[in-house]
């Protein structure tokens, strides 16, 4: 399946750009049910395994819905992988608000590095071919750790890792999220399982995205929409317009 890559940034907030947020492109149409059943099964020793979320899409009011078990079988501790789109933001509800209106309590909150090794990215909209070595990139995510309890006792934790991928401001009001999430022991660390997850998002994350050069020009962004595209266009004739502006009114002066 032929796809466009898309300019897009990550980000762990919503309403708002972090100085976290990184600028990528989607290797994925994330707004395609089809194509995001296509990625991949098996990711870093993970294999996978899918839900059925009709339902749970309608429910949600999410135009396109992934959601898979992945088991690594070193481990045999499975993580969630969820990938939520909607073009309405109104009918989003982030993890922050999702996971209480379920029943849990959200015991700590923060942000969490994602060491991505041996990305590439591709030097600008123009030169598609050329592929460059990015040995050291991290990607920061939202960590969630929320618990439910019975009789005074925790009897579910999880690690909740999240960012969302936000397009150009030009383009739409789309959201999408990506999520990944674990069980972790009712007590004790649970630094073993956000290890866990924070290593299957590394490995997930280039199955999705590439990165952009820090040093690509706004005019170039620009014009990887059509939206953008028209705004050059309209910025490039805007001095034009200034130039010939006086000429045209003593040219309409005389005819007059």
């Known amino acids: 399946m032929i796809f466009a890559h898309a300019i897009t940034m990550i980000d762990t907030e919503l309403s708002y750009a972090t100085d976290e947020a990184l600028t990528v492109r989607s ?15 098996e990711i870093g020793g993970w294999i996978g395994s899918d839900y059925d979320t ?11 819905m992934l959601m898979r078990d992945y088991i690594n079988p070193d481990t045999f501790q499975p ?21 209480p209106a379920l029943g849990y309590t959200i015991e700590e909150e923060g942000t969490v590095e994602i060491p991505v090794q041996n990305m590439s990215w591709v030097e600008g909209p ?31 934790r999880r690690v909740v890792l999240y960012f969302y991928v936000k397009k150009s401001p030009f383009t739409s009001d789309t959201t999408t999220m990506v999520r990944v999430s674990a069980l972790a022991a009712p007590e004790g ?3 073993g399982i956000l290890n866990l997850t924070t290593t299957f998002m590394a490995y997930t994350v280039p199955c999705m995205f590439e990165l952009r050069q820090d040093e690509d020009p706004v005019i170039l962004i620009l014009m990887a ?13 805007l001095p034009l317009l200034v130039m010939f502006y006086p000429r045209i009114r003593n040219l309409k002066s005389r005819r007059e």
């Open 54 to 64: 009709a339902g749970v899409a309608e429910r949600l009011g999410a135009d396109v």
């Open 126 to 156: 123009w030169f598609g071919a050329v592929q460059h070595l990015y040995p050291n990139v991290t990607v920061t995510a939202k960590k969630l750790i929320v618990t439910t309890q019975s009789g005074g006792k925790v009897t579910d």
């Open 189 to 191: 660390s649970y630094d």
């Open 225 to 237: 929409t059509n939206i953008g595209k028209l705004m050059v266009g309209l910025m490039l004739l």
């Open 79 to 99: 993580v969630i992988l969820l990938v939520l789109q909607s073009n309405n933001r109104s009918s989003f509800h982030p993890p922050i608000v999702c996971y």
């Open 27 to 41: 290797k994925l149409d994330f707004g395609n049910n089809e194509h995001m059943r296509a990625l991949s099964n």
